[in-house]
Structure formats: structure tokens, C-alpha cells
């Protein structure tokens, strides 16, 4: 059931509309095709650009997505006892935004792309090899 909802598509960066085909090219972490967006779903056909330009607006997502991001480490910092130095938790934040940086740029895409494209479970039943439980 989970690999149905919208958060695993979300975070295994899936397609939006049947949720099973993969929305990048590559892992976020090769270098040569870095958050590189397939032109349309492998699995329903589903063009993934509206526009040309169209994953800009996935910038602002990705300004909340690091926030995020940030926060979180700050949180677990407190929870470990070791957020008593600003410069710790300025390094902490600093390199896990940094190991994180080609993925929150994926998934901020994914996210941009799920506001516009909606999921359709009838399109989802009629994908070959539905590989979801």
C-alpha cells in the first residue's frame, strides 16, 4: 500500500500520474546526469514538461526542502547533546546539505512535477507490469 502513496512516489522520485516509472534519467548522484528529467514516463507515456523552463519554479521547493533539511539536523544535533557550539551545528548543517544537495534538487522536481500532474489510478492499473504490492 505504501509504495502507492504520493510520498513514495515523491521520495523515490516516481512518476506522478501512475506512480511506477522513474521521473530522472539517472541516480541524482551521477555527476554527467545530475536531476536530469526523462522527457516522459517509461511506463504511461506521460510528458513530464508542461513548458519549456517548467522545473524552475522546483528552486523555491528546494529552498523549503533544504530548510528542512537544516532543521532536522539541528534537531537531531539537540537530541545528541552536541549543539552547544554555533559553529558545530553551522558545520553539522553545512555538510549534510552538502551530501544531500543532488537529492533535494531531485525530489524538489518531483514535487513541483506532483503539484501539476495528478495521479490517475485507472492509467496505474493499465501500466504493464505493475510492480507495486
Request: glycine share 4%.
Amino acid at each position: 500500500m505504501f509504495k502507492k502513496s504520493i510520498i513514495y512516489s515523491i521520495l523515490f522520485l516516481k512518476c506522478p500520474q501512475c506512480r511506477q516509472g522513474n521521473f530522472l534519467e539517472a541516480n541524482p548522484y551521477q555527476i554527467s546526469k545530475m536531476n536530469k528529467v526523462k522527457e516522459r514516463c517509461p511506463k504511461c507515456e506521460l510528458k513530464y514538461s508542461i513548458e519549456p523552463s517548467f522545473y524552475t519554479g522546483a528552486m523555491y521547493v528546494s529552498y523549503g526542502v533544504g530548510i528542512a533539511f537544516a532543521v532536522a539536523t539541528y534537531v537531531i544535533l539537540l537530541f545528541l547533546g552536541v549543539a552547544d557550539n554555533p559553529l558545530t551545528i553551522f558545520i553539522a548543517i553545512v555538510a549534510v546539505l552538502a551530501l544531500t544537495f543532488p537529492y533535494i534538487g531531485a525530489v524538489s522536481k518531483a514535487i513541483w512535477a506532483h503539484l501539476f500532474f495528478k495521479y490517475n489510478p485507472m492509467i496505474a492499473k493499465q501500466v504493464k507490469n505493475d510492480t507495486r504490492a
